[in-house]
């Protein structure tokens, strides 16, 4: 399983679809993983919203991700936890982990990506890559150069998250990116399937031309 198109669910940017429908439509349209992020939710309501998430990815095959919450990504059976400055260290969710789940790990710097691949996780996230009105506390861009900077210094998949779209994702992949972690640019779409296909379609096209 892949990084290629990862969608964060949002249930704001989502116009009111839940999270396992916006889940839905994203793996109809290829999306390979799914990450459930819900600022509003804790313990219970994000356990109950992560339940149907994964039924929605078992039946596509698609990894699935809970944001922030090592405890409900275990309860829930998720394939793994995101996880940013603010979270449990990566070197203690790894330690607390089972064998073969998935920790990934919000950078902002080279130096952070390579702390987290030292801690354990297995993949990083360069966040936010671009500016982005979906998160409040951001921050700038740290732009492409640093992305690739980091794909230089780190062997994990890198994914890029923060203002990705359909016309930078070319040069996203271009810069090093294994896959692009998005939010409006799916499931902030009207038609969510059709616009997680197209992405899909350009970072294949990108891949292929190397
Ligand atoms: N983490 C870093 S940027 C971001 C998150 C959750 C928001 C990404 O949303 P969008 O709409 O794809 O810029
Ligand atoms: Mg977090």
């Known amino acids: 399983m892949g990084y290629d198109l990862y969608v964060v ?3 704001e940017i989502g116009r ?16 390979d993983a799914v990450q459930l992020r819900d600022k509003r939710l804790s313990g219970r309501g ?3 919203a992560a339940l149907a998430v994964r039924e929605v990815t078992l039946d596509a095959g698609a990894l699935f991700i809970v944001n922030d919450r090592l405890d409900v990504a275990l309860a829930a059976g998720a394939d793994g936890v995101h996880l940013g400055a603010g979270d449990l260290p990566v070197r203690e969710a790894r330690r ?3 064998p073969g789940f998935v920790i990934g790990a919000s950078v902002g710097s080279v130096d952070a990506a390579v702390r987290a691949a030292a801690e354990g996780a297995d993949y990083v996230a360069l966040s936010p890559t671009f500016p982005t009105g979906s998160k409040n506390d951001a921050g700038p861009g740290h732009g492409l150069a640093v992305l690739s900077e980091i794909r230089g210094a780190v062997s994990l998949p890198l994914v890029a998250i923060g203002g990705i779209t359909a016309t930078n994702v070319g040069d996203v992949i271009a810069a090093g ?3 692009i972690a998005v939010i409006s640019a799916v499931v902030g779409q009207e038609d969510v399937t059709g ?13 292929a031309r190397g």
């Open 96 to 98: 607390i982990a089972p």
């Open 16 to 31: 009111g679809l839940s999270h396992a429908e916006l889940a839905r439509r994203a793996v109809a349209g290829g999306a």
């Open 195 to 207: 616009a997680a296909r197209d992405l899909r379609a350009r970072i294949a096209a990108a891949k």
């Open 9 to 11: 669910t949002d249930e």
């Open 177 to 179: 990116a294994d896959g």
């Open 46 to 48: 994000l356990l109950e």
